[in-house]
């Protein structure tokens, strides 16, 4: 079992959309947890960052953590065809003399539709 | 304006031939980081460099070398010990080493083997 599962997809949405998008994890010592979109042959980029549980919000863009359940959402509202993208979700933890090792989803491609 | 470059953007590798791929930053990150990433798997962790001068292995370093003699520079080499290298290869950075702060990433680099 991966430390980190997300559904590949594709999931296909009519532009404006509500897209929701959900990774779980097993290892409870996870604190951070971050959204990263990638666009097609280009370099991953940070969208959200939070810490522990909660939400987060920016712009149509909504983060939720529920640590309880180990179970990370990104909502887009609003969803436009540049949303297009893979989203990848990460997360770690801070280990005693260790490094900022971010472990991976393996990203869900999205494509919003005109 | 600041951020991380790779080069080159497509490289082709013969059977048993050596590689490097070149990753530099103008961030003045302290840590630097190489992932590769495979269709549906997301990002694995190859090797991780939190000072000048030293280095870790990742999740999946054999096959591979790196050397950090400068902060801004971070080459991985493929090596002919890799038998299954072709791949999207991206470097990153974060701040520190030890504490869990957005990473940014490369455009990439896609390694084919021919």
């Known amino acids: 079992q991966k430390e980190v599962e997300q559904d590949p997809g594709p999931l296909s949405v009519p532009e404006g959309a509500i897209v929701s998008l959900n990774c779980t994890y097993s290892?409870?010592?996870?604190?951070?947890f971050m959204w990263y979109r990638q666009y097609s042959r280009k370099g991953p980029e940070l969208l959200m960052y939070?810490?522990?549980?909660g939400n987060k919000e920016d712009g149509r863009f909504t983060a939720q953590v529920d640590k309880s359940s180990k179970y990370i959402s990104l909502f887009i509202r609003d969803s436009q065809p540049s949303d297009s993208a893979t989203y990848l979700c990460?997360?770690?933890?801070?280990?005693?003399?260790?490094?900022?090792?971010?472990?991976f989803g393996g990203g869900t491609r999205l494509m919003v539709k005109p | 304006d600041g951020g991380i470059t790779q080069s080159p953007k497509y490289l082709f590798r013969k059977e048993g031939q050596n590689v490097t791929l070149s990753c530099e930053q103008n961030?003045?990150?302290?840590?630097m980081y190489w992932y590769r990433q495979d269709p549906g798997q997301g990002l694995r962790l190859i090797y991780y460099?939190?000072?000048?001068?030293?280095?870790q292995k990742g999740d999946i370093a054999e096959g591979y070398s790196v050397s950090r003699e400068k902060k801004e520079s971070f080459p991985l080499t493929v090596t002919s010990a890799q038998k299954n290298p072709t791949a999207f290869y991206l470097c990153?950075?974060?701040?520190?080493?030890?504490?869990?702060?957005?990473?940014?990433f490369g455009q990439g680099t896609r390694l084919t083997v021919v």
């Open positions: 990153a950075s974060t701040p520190s080493g030890r504490v869990n702060t957005e990473a940014f």
């Open positions: 290892n409870s010592a996870f604190q951070y």
């Open positions: 939070t810490y522990s549980s």
């Open positions: 990460a997360m770690s933890a801070l280990y005693k003399n260790a490094g900022n090792m971010l472990t």
């Open positions: 961030l003045n990150h302290d840590a």
């Open positions: 460099s939190q000072i000048v001068n030293d280095f």
